[in-house]
């Protein structure tokens, strides 16, 4: 059974940093290209970064680029989010996902707040 845990979420001023974490389950984790999504209400889910299977290539929405960076352990079966200089449109659900695997399922997300 495929399971996506996404935590690290908070509160924080505009400027700040925080560190999400994503540990995946259920699948070959090391086979997959793995993702960051983000929702606030009412809009589409937003891609974010993306990480390939050994880390070798990383690519980023422009919003994020220069100020967010993706990583992963495989060997923990975890994907991170290093989320530096924070702006209140970065404020949302934040998502983890192996989109290659064809299924509908999404974890229960971490929220991320930042205050003006």
């Known amino acids: 059974q495929v399971q996506f845990v996404e935590s690290g979420g908070g509160l924080v001023q505009s400027g700040g940093s925080l560190r999400l974490s994503c540990a995946a389950s259920?699948?070959?984790?090391?086979?997959?290209?793995m993702k960051w999504y983000r929702q606030t209400p009412g809009k589409e889910r937003e891609l974010v970064a993306s990480?390939?299977?050994?880390?070798?290539?990383?690519t980023y929405a422009d919003s994020v680029k220069g100020r967010f960076t993706i990583t992963r352990d495989n060997a923990k079966k975890t994907v991170y989010l290093q989320m530096n200089s924070l702006k209140p449109e970065d404020t949302a659900m934040y998502y983890c996902?192996?989109?290659?695997?064809?299924?509908?399922?999404w974890g229960q997300g971490t929220q991320v707040t930042v205050s003006s």
């Open positions: 996902n192996a989109p290659t695997l064809g299924i509908d399922y």
């Open positions: 259920g699948f070959s984790f090391s086979s997959y290209t």
């Open positions: 990480i390939t299977r050994i880390g070798g290539l990383t």
